[in-house]
């Protein structure tokens, strides 16, 4: 992996808009997402494959990874909670999927209602489909420095959950500040913890921008060596199970970031605006309604 490059993950089309209150049509998401592949990003998290009773923002997923127009060089993730979750996405021609374990006993029992152990045990099955279908799988973590149910959570307990998705064959982690409230100590503290572990090429950042602290965090983040990071077209977003959290890093201001710091990303701000442009619409348009 490069020095001087960053991949970015356009978390957008999923993690951004499976917090918002208002239902984006279909057809609106597959335009997104196809504004976002001729942005320049390597891979782009369209939807997820959970109960639309949780999550009734995304009950379209197979509609919209039907619709969109794929170019050959994306990978077009989805979220998968289960086996069930896994073989819809397969159905759909996923690129890839991901499983979301949490560092929180809490936090994972009001996310999937089900322990960490038990969590892994679930994502077990999912893990054995897609190495039989050769489907790559990437892991998340919640609440990677903070909990909203039990405060600050222990590097130790990242750390535990890191290595055993790895084990179970995750190609990467993508490490997740829920709520927004890290800090580049507390971050910069948990990544020592992980790497001491895991190559720092299997993890990527996802941070929240609750306090307009993100870009800090990514930097220190690149002092350690990280170098692929989630980032949510506008910002949008935020957690249901985390209240009060705004929504991942937003993408221009990462690009941006990275390319004053002689950073190549890939990405073309010019492109990307035009994505935030109809972003900016939709929304506009459903507050007018």
């Given at each position: 992996m490069r020095n001087d490059h960053v991949s970015i993950v356009e978390v957008g089309p999923r993690d951004g808009l499976q917090n918002e209150k208002t239902i984006i049509a279909s057809e609106d998401k597959i335009k997104l997402v196809n504004l976002l592949s001729d942005c320049g990003f390597d891979t782009i998290?369209?939807?997820?494959?959970?109960?639309?009773?949780?999550?009734?923002?995304?009950?379209?997923?197979?509609?919209?990874?039907?619709?969109?127009?794929?170019?050959?060089?994306?990978?077009?993730?989805?979220?998968?909670?289960?086996?069930?979750?896994?073989?819809?996405?397969?159905?759909?021609?996923?690129?890839e999927v991901a499983i979301f374990a949490a560092a929180s006993e809490t936090f994972s029992q009001n996310n999937i209602n089900c322990s960490i152990d038990e969590s892994l045990v679930r994502f077990g099955r999912v893990m054995d489909a897609a190495r039989v279908d050769q489907?790559?799988?990437?892991?998340?973590?919640?609440?990677?420095?903070?909990?909203?149910?039990?405060?600050?959570?222990?590097?130790?307990a990242v750390c535990s959950v890191a290595t055993r998705l790895l084990d179970m064959g995750c190609y990467e982690i993508s490490l997740g500040d829920t709520t927004g409230?890290?800090?580049?100590?507390?971050?910069?503290?948990?990544?020592?913890?992980?790497?001491?572990?895991?190559?720092?090429?299997?993890?990527?950042?996802?941070?929240?921008?609750?306090?307009?602290?993100?870009?800090?965090?990514?930097?220190?983040?690149?002092?350690?060596?990280?170098?692929?990071?989630?980032?949510?077209?506008?910002?949008?977003?935020?957690?249901?199970?985390?209240?009060?959290?705004?929504?991942?890093?937003?993408?221009?201001?990462?690009?941006?970031?990275?390319?004053?710091?002689?950073?190549?990303?890939?990405?073309d701000l010019d492109k990307l605006s035009l994505a935030l442009q109809f972003v900016h619409s939709l929304f506009e348009q459903n507050s007018a309604n």
């Open positions: 998290e369209v939807t997820s494959f959970v109960s639309p009773k949780w999550v009734p923002q995304l009950a379209d997923a197979s509609v919209v990874m039907s619709g969109i127009s794929r170019h050959p060089r994306i990978s077009y993730a989805v979220l998968t909670p289960n086996l069930k979750g896994y073989t819809q996405a397969k159905e759909s021609n996923a690129s489907v790559p799988v990437r892991g998340y973590i919640s609440c990677v420095v903070d909990c909203p149910y039990e405060g600050k959570v222990l590097p130790s409230n890290g800090t580049p100590q507390s971050i910069g503290t948990m990544l020592d913890c992980v790497i001491e572990h895991i190559s720092v090429d299997k993890l990527a950042g996802h941070y929240h921008d609750t306090n307009h602290r993100t870009l800090e965090n990514i930097d220190i983040s690149l002092e350690k060596g990280l170098r692929r990071f989630d980032s949510s077209i506008g910002g949008i977003g935020g957690c249901p199970y985390a209240p009060g959290a705004r929504g991942n890093v937003a993408t221009s201001d990462v690009v941006r970031f990275l390319h004053d710091k002689n950073i190549s990303t890939g990405i």
